[in-house]
């Protein structure tokens, strides 16, 4: 399995690492452009969630952000060093009784979503189709007549 993480300190300011730490994401796992908002929107709520809410912006407090290739996408958790939430009131209520849309953008691209750590961390799955990591150049062992061969093969 693949595993990516990334720590920013609570400050706001840091969501553009996180939108950093996305693209990396999107390269190493060649994940097609089409899929950018659809992975990203999910990451840079939760993220602002954590700054804001649960580290009450104190730049002291860290937001924790991993991302794993699972078989049939990403696996994604963001994590805060706050004391958590009434998460079951959140996943229950209405639609039109949320304050923010933030929680509403997340639960309408993600599968799975739960919460640990008395709600200090949101895990989720998205079904977005990844490709193991590449290099520019791929050595290829192939076997031919008991032979070992190796074969350079650039990448496009």
Do not use: W
Not at 26 to 35: G, R, V
Not at 116 to 131: L, R
Request: proline fraction near 2%; charged fraction near 25%; charge should be positive.
């Amino acid at each position: 399995m693949f595993y990516s993480q990334i720590a920013i300190d609570s400050n706001i300011d840091n969501l553009s690492e996180v939108e950093k730490f996305i693209d990396e994401i999107m390269d190493k796992y060649n994940i097609d452009k089409q899929y950018y908002g659809i992975f990203s929107v999910p990451l840079i709520e939760s993220a602002k969630n954590a700054i804001v809410h649960g580290n009450k912006n104190d730049i002291h407090k860290k937001v924790t952000i991993c991302v794993q290739v699972k078989n049939k996408g990403l696996q994604c958790s963001v994590s805060d060093q706050g004391n958590g939430f009434d998460f079951e009131s959140l996943m229950n209520k209405p639609i039109e009784q949320h304050s923010t849309n933030g929680f509403l953008k997340i639960k309408s691209l993600c599968e799975n979503i739960s919460f640990d750590n008395n709600g200090a961390t949101i895990s989720y799955m998205q079904n977005i189709p990844v490709v193991q990591q590449r290099n520019s150049r791929i050595k290829l062992l192939q076997r031919e007549n008991n032979t070992i061969v190796k074969t350079k093969i650039l990448q496009k």
